[in-house]
């Protein structure tokens, strides 16, 4: 017997890129990954299609050439990512607490010692995956609303296509919020409830009231700020500055993450 | 070269691991051996940079682990057998840790084929694996990066014995390659079958580090020889002749003598000169048990009532010299 059978060679590839490849053969490899991707692709056909019928109802004219083209489908996609972005960031979510629940964390953590690469490496594969999602889901969900909508919708091919860049840049970055959140909690439960509680009811409970002082503070959340880029308002800032305040909420779980992975004994 | 200074660890009031200081070397199997909570896993974590220490150094070839960019080519071990994904195959899982560390698919297919998991074996989800197809899969996934150093916790637990002789020979001929191979275990007889040397810990503290030769004779008096022959009365003037000689002899039922003090060659003879048949004369090397025994005397966490001594049943009785 000879466990010598290999010859010892230097990997020629860097860690970070061994690390990501890791992460890449993990996320294909367990089904979960299938049916979040199936069920998030369900999800947005039918919140879009819902959608859809709901804007054409609410149209109480009978003559579609009066109000054409009064919804566009960029639209519609990004209304039904309030519903569809909890099926999406699973797979963030996964990444790591799934590694918490079945203890291969400490497997993955000796084939990589440095814990931000660790992270680094969960937070390219998540967000690629999810963005990548999110462009598919932007298809889906532009295609069924165009087909409910009918004369009712609009479809501006620049404007459609960059609505859909946008949802699907917002859920990769909901997903590696997800990602570092999950690090920190370690439990996936805990982390969905902690993520609906940023993303929506206390954002929501700040709003409320109509005190500007708390809708200033509610703008600052990851899901309104996400909305706001969204929707590619002026109001309160400009869309950029809602995308890199959701993207600060992104970079800051993933350090609270580093952090939590470097000081807890795994 | 795994290199313990002083390595300490704290979990609250609780000291797991108190001022280890040890080296082990590369060429032999060294035991690491201790009762059940004595903190030999929790030394093998901080070895692997999991744990971090409260005080002291666990360096490999003179590293920390955590500064390795490719750990699994200088460290591969076995700590969490069974621990995959519920739903994700073990080759899968391989390929995964195989790929952090640019290691390529054929040698994924190497360590299958070397710890004897085929193919239908290699495609079971996590949940589906037995123990010991958990273990033989950690083993094929510390072999992976072929490393120099290797920690084996605890390799035989659910094992049958043919995975257990395997186990053995995989942990020599690892060990004959010139790497360093540490394996835990609180099974002292196995280790006494597998270890050139051993490192003793109890309540975190090390109690002995020396080879197993060494720990076995310390731990008591002598070594022993089974005597067997047909005839009780030519036992009889057999022992009471070896105890003129100065040997302490116990009788063993009826066709047995258990002689300590001289050797093998030596009852022998006596025997051919009194002319009394044998029919078996075998060394018995003292276990390895009683010296862990003795050793860790005081230092087991939660100490069992007191038995009776080993190797003492009620049918032994002293036969002194007349």
Known sequence: MNARTATRTAPTAGPLAGAVAAEWTKLWSVRSTWWTLLSAVLL?????????????NANTNDDPADDRGMV??????IDSLELTQYAVLAIGLLAVTAEFGADTL???????????????????????????????????GALVAGAVLGEWGDAPVGGTIRDVLASATYLALVGVLALGLGT??????????????????????????????????????PGVAGGHFLAGDADPYPPVVGLLLLAGWAAAALVAGRAALRHRDA | ??????????????????????????????????????????????????????????????????????????????????????????????????????????RVDEVLALVGLDDRAAAKPGRTLSLGMGQRLGIAGALLGD?????????????????????????????????????????????????????????????????????????????????????????????????????????????????????ADRVGDLAYELGVALHELTPVAASLEQAFMALTDGSVEYAAAPAAPAGSPATHHRIEAR
């Open chain 1, 44 to 56: 947005s056909a039918a919140a879009a299609g819902q959608l859809a019928i709901y804007a054409a």
């Open chain 1, 72 to 77: 566009t489908l960029g639209s519609v996609v």
């Open chain 1, 106 to 140: 400490r497997t993955t953590l000796r084939c990589t010692p440095s814990r931000g690469r660790v992270l680094l490496a969960k937070a390219a594969v998540s967000g690629a995956v999810t963005f990548g999602a999110g462009l598919l889901l932007g298809g889906v």
């Open chain 1, 184 to 221: 920190v909690l370690r439990s996936a439960v805990l982390t969905v409830i902690v993520l609906l509680a940023v993303l929506m009811i206390v954002p929501l409970s700040l709003q409320e009231p109509g005190i500007a002082v708390l809708t200033r503070i509610a703008d600052a959340f």
């Open chain 2, 1 to 106: 070269m795994i290199t313990l200074r002083g390595l300490t660890k704290r979990f609250g009031p609780t000291t797991a691991v108190d001022d280890l200081t040890v080296d082990i070397a590369p060429g032999r199997v060294t035991g690491f051996l201790g009762p059940n909570g004595a903190g030999k896993s929790t030394t093998m974590r901080m070895v692997l940079g999991l744990d971090r220490p409260t005080a002291g150094r666990a360096l490999v070839d003179g590293r920390p682990y955590r500064e390795l960019r490719h750990p699994l080519h200088t460290v591969g071990a076995l700590l969490d057998a069974g621990a995959i994904h519920p739903a994700r195959s073990g080759r899968a899982h391989l390929l995964a840790t195989a790929r952090s560390n640019g290691i390529g698919r054929r």
């Open chain 2, 147 to 263: 490393p120099p150093v290797l920690l084996f916790d605890e390799p035989v637990n659910g094992l049958d014995p043919d995975g257990v002789r395997w186990i053995r020979q995989l942990t020599r001929s690892l060990a004959a390659q010139g790497r360093t191979v540490l394996v835990s275990s609180h099974l002292m007889s196995e280790m006494q079958q597998t270890a050139d040397h051993l490192v003793v810990i109890g309540r975190g503290r090390l109690i002995a580090d020396a080879p197993t030769s060494e720990v076995i004779a310390g731990g008591s008096a002598a070594a022993s020889v089974r005597v067997r022959g047909p005839q009780p009365a030519g036992l009889a003037t057999l022992a009471r002749r070896l105890a003129g000689d100065g040997a302490v002899v116990e009788a063993d039922g009826p066709h047995g003598l258990i002689v300590t003090g001289l050797t």
